[in-house]
């Protein structure tokens, strides 16, 4: 089943077809969440909610946007509102933004990631989509639902806080 098939079923009251959903995207959003609130069990939340507030609202969901950019909107408010009762940030170990890649030593991981934490939140979100999730401009302006040249600007910046931070090191 296809995203378009399985939101189509959820609008005609199929629950079931929302498991496709779910199961399509979790992994995806529970690390996006990771890189704004640096907690897993927050991010968890912040996802399990965020489905909630999808599945209750389906039926207003807009079919020229693709479900996750439309879902990322609820994950990304959802973040937001946890980060006033948040629990203790985890250790960099725990929190973990970037699996271990091939060919990627665990040390210059290690670099980059206490690079990436040294970042606002917002920096971090937008460099996350652009470089882990590979999204064009125009996706991220549609993500963060920004025009397409803030999105320019912010990534510009962003990337020389980052090259700033790894030049530290």
């Not at 996802?47 to 039926?59: H, M, S, T, Y």
């Not at 946007?65 to 948040?86: I, M, P």
């Not at 125009?138 to 910046?157: C, K, N, W």
Request: proline share 2%.
């Amino acid at each position: 089943m296809d995203d378009a098939e399985a939101i189509k079923r959820c609008q005609q009251g199929d629950r079931e077809a929302f498991r496709h959903l779910v199961e399509r995207y979790q992994r995806r959003a529970v690390a996006q969440a990771m890189v704004i609130l640096f907690n897993r069990d927050d991010a968890e939340d912040a996802v399990q909610e965020a489905f909630i507030d999808a599945f209750k609202a389906i039926g207003t969901f807009d079919t020229s946007r693709t479900f996750y950019q439309w879902f990322y909107v609820l994950l990304r408010n959802r973040c937001y509102k946890l980060t006033g009762r948040r629990r203790p940030t985890e250790s960099l170990d725990e929190a973990s933004l970037l699996a271990a890649q091939p060919g990627m030593a665990d040390e210059t991981r290690l670099v980059l990631e206490k690079a990436l934490h040294s970042l606002t939140r917002e920096e971090r979100e937008i460099v996350s989509l652009k470089y882990f999730s590979g999204l064009s401009y125009d996706e991220l302006a549609a993500h963060l639902q920004i025009p397409r040249g803030t999105v320019m600007s912010r990534l510009f910046y962003a990337r020389q806080r980052l090259q700033s931070k790894l030049s530290e090191v």
